[in-house]
């Protein structure tokens, strides 16, 4: 137990969070602030939620532990909407902030491109997600105690980790199918990604059953993934290039030669 | 109960006249260029589109100054270019603040949570004299009320003492006042501080060791802060003097009274700031009446300029310093959070017609850097340290002050960019900060330790 529960622990819930801001992030000051931003739109969300959960329950009888566990799924299954409805406002945000940038940059286009930013916003709500779910715990996993002496499940620590790793890659993921779908008016994507949100929470009320928890949330954060891999614009060919390492450039001379604006992505 | 520190009441008004200074901000710098006199004037001026840093503006094409082209541009072409360079240099300029103000609260939040000495009660500061210990809830709140009062007219009286000093050019006053604070915050202060976390770690020191140890520090400390020194030194000083003295209103000022004083003094930033009677700016347009910079050690600053070779003819107050200041002030950039120093720098250009030469000027460009004053810091730690020691040991707190403090200095850079005035640092932080702690310590920490009771994710 102790430091070596903690800092696994860590390991697998931000693991891939970190090494994707380290990668990709930290270098371009324009994203870290999309980044930082998205928190905070991720924040008011939760506030906004746990106010209406916070209402309700005070409403409410509190003796009763169904209705209270009640109101908590009803909790839970607001914050989702209101996740993804805050979600959409930082789109709406992300694009003004998109045109207001290329119209002032000197060649019309915009230092960031919408699907820089549709990522890095589902990393900045996955990541605030999942520290606001699991930093108590792991604060918690550090010092004396022994897990689920009550009769709950030992492994408590180690799937939480686990829930969280797999809720910052699918936020990833959401945000950028989210903004893809958003911007090519595919209302029926959006409503599969509220609804994909609404099935993963759902599931975590099967903890501590985690076969049937766990396992089903990874297969749903795997075709996420894949899924958000081909809206991004990802293909078998490109995979293949990018292993091969092959450079592209005969096409590049005769544009230049051409004398037109060479065609950057 | 009244503590050591009453002894010496020297180091608790630099503080606050640390935190009133450098809260403010300069307010807009009119352009110097070309024999430009700043004047009163220099407000209307100020509020004009322009500041294009150059001699383009029409007023200066009759000087026949050799500006950066020498040929007379368009005023929009200049005006769009200005803009875009704004925007450019604006992302990566808030960046600059988020890192250090970013470290600055990390050695705040480690110390709390790991160093008991800085949340338990040790008695109050003189000037917060009223206790909270009495049994009624509004007793307590009018007790808190009172210390705050008693704390701002103390800032507010410093503040005015302060410009009065500078008025009447008593700079040897000042100065020895500023480095009287400094010695004070690097020797006593990290002595006590370095004290504190060996008894928490255990760890044995002698004295011999660590006389030595805080003799280095500390004369380097000095010497970077108030001389030269490698600019990240001199920043690495910087952020752990704001982290002292933040930790000590952590420790000294009691629960009630410190959000208190928080909320008040960011009015009052915004009022000495933006009101034209303000102490502050009063401060500012003095100093930019006699082309000096205003104190130096007071604010942080993320970039260095070398102006060697200007013709430039320095006050004294202003040589050593001029190493480690950005510069950047061809009045051409924008006046980021609040500092002082804007106005000091933005004369790089003496009132004589000859410019300096275009590629020193492109440099200065590339070399442009923020700046902040320490007394934000000061106060954003302040209440990221309160956070961290007062929220029933909930993480979640911290880190939703943390994000509201980055968004809001976020928004006062780009405030800065879209008005291009000086603007106050204090008021749109401190006011998310504040409503994200109450609200996520009294509604979201029941719903997620509920959720997490039960593991379930949202």
């Not at chain 2, 202060?189 to 805080?214: C, H, Q, R, S, W």
């Amino acid at each position: 137990m102790g430091a070596a529960v903690f800092f696994g622990c860590a390991g697998i819930a931000f693991g891939p969070a970190l090494a994707l801001v380290l990668l990709t992030v930290a270098a371009e000051p324009l994203r870290v602030i999309v980044l930082v931003a998205g928190a905070f739109f991720w924040l008011v969300s939760l506030l906004l939620a746990s106010l209406i959960w916070f209402i309700s329950v005070h409403l409410s009888d509190r003796e009763d532990a169904k209705l209270q566990y009640g109101l908590l799924i009803f909790g839970a299954a607001v914050s989702v909407l209101l996740q993804e409805a805050f979600r959409f406002a930082y789109f709406k945000l992300l694009k003004k902030a998109d045109e207001g940038l290329a119209t002032i940059s000197e060649d019309g286009r915009s230092p960031i491109s919408l699907r820089q930013m549709a990522y890095v916003s589902g990393l900045s709500f996955g990541i605030i997600s999942g520290v606001f779910s699991v930093i108590n715990i792991l604060a918690d996993s550090i010092g004396p105690g022994i897990v689920g002496i009550h009769g709950d499940s030992p492994y408590y620590f180690i799937t939480s980790a686990f829930l969280t790793m797999a809720l910052v890659l699918l936020h990833t993921f959401w945000g950028v199918i989210f903004f893809d779908a958003c911007e090519k008016r595919r209302y029926w994507c959006l409503g599969l990604v509220v609804a994909s949100h609404l099935l993963t929470s759902g599931l975590t009320f099967l903890n501590p059953w985690y076969e049937a928890s766990l396992v089903p949330i990874f297969i749903i954060t795997l075709c996420t993934g894949l899924w958000a891999f081909f809206t991004a614009g990802g293909s078998f060919r490109n995979i293949l290039k990018c292993l091969s390492c092959k450079q592209e450039d005969d096409s590049r001379v005769m544009m230049y030669s051409a004398l037109q604006v060479p065609f950057e992505d | 109960m009244i503590t050591f520190m009453n002894n010496s009441d020297s180091e608790e008004e630099p503080c606050n006249e640390r935190t009133s200074l450098m809260s403010a901000e300069s307010p807009s710098v009119p352009s110097y260029q070309d024999g430009l006199q700043a004047s009163e004037a220099g407000e209307a001026q100020a509020h004009r589109k322009r500041r294009t840093g150059s001699s383009r503006s029409p007023n200066n094409i009759a000087d026949g100054d050799m500006s950066d082209s020498g040929v007379p541009v368009r005023e929009s072409t200049l005006e769009n270019e200005e803009e875009e360079l704004t925007l450019k240099y604006g992302a990566k300029h808030v960046i600059m603040l988020f890192v250090p103000v970013t470290l600055c609260m990390i050695v705040v939040v480690a110390t709390i949570k790991s160093v008991r000495f800085y949340t338990e009660k040790n008695g109050q500061l003189i000037y917060t004299p009223f206790s909270e210990d009495t049994p009624s809830v509004g007793q307590r709140l009018l007790n808190s009320v009172l210390n705050t009062i008693i704390m701002i007219s103390v800032i507010v009286v410093m503040t005015v003492f302060l410009v009065l000093l500078y008025k009447y050019r008593c700079y040897k006053f000042i100065h020895g006042w500023l480095i009287l604070s400094s010695l004070m915050l690097l020797f006593l202060f990290t002595y006590i501080y370095l004290g504190e976390v060996l008894k928490t770690y255990n760890v044995a020191m002698d004295y011999p060791t660590l006389f030595l140890v805080i003799w280095n520090f500390g004369a380097v400390g000095m010497i970077c802060i108030h001389w030269k020194g490698p600019l990240q030194l001199q920043q690495a000083y910087l952020i752990m003097i704001s982290a002292l003295m933040a930790l000590v209103f952590i420790k000294y000022l009691p629960e009630w009274s410190a959000w208190v004083i928080l909320g008040a003094i960011s009015i009052y930033d915004l009022m000495a700031v933006l009101c034209p009677k303000g102490p502050l700016r009063m401060l500012v347009e003095t100093a930019q009446e006699r082309n000096e910079p205003i104190f130096p050690a007071l604010i942080y600053s993320s970039a260095m300029m070398w102006t060697v070779g200007m013709a430039k003819p320095d006050t004294a107050a202003r040589g050593p310093s001029q190493q480690t200041w950005d510069a950047a002030e061809d009045g051409r950039e924008n006046h980021r959070s609040p500092s002082h120093g804007d106005s000091q720098m933005s004369e790089t250009r003496s009132p004589v017609p000859t410019r300096p030469i275009t590629s020193l000027e492109e440099l200065e460009e590339e070399e442009r850097g923020v700046k902040l004053g320490l007394g934000d810091f000061i106060f954003y730690s302040v209440l990221v340290g309160k956070a961290a020691a007062t929220a029933s040991g909930d993480w979640n707190t911290t880190l939703a002050c943390f994000v509201a403090i980055l968004i809001g200095l976020c928004l006062t850079l780009l405030l800065l960019a879209v008005f291009k005035k000086a603007l106050p640092a204090l008021p749109i932080s401190i006011t998310f900060g504040l409503v994200f702690y109450f609200s996520t310590d009294n509604l979201v920490r029941p719903f997620m330790d509920t959720l997490a009771s039960h593991q379930l994710y949202i």
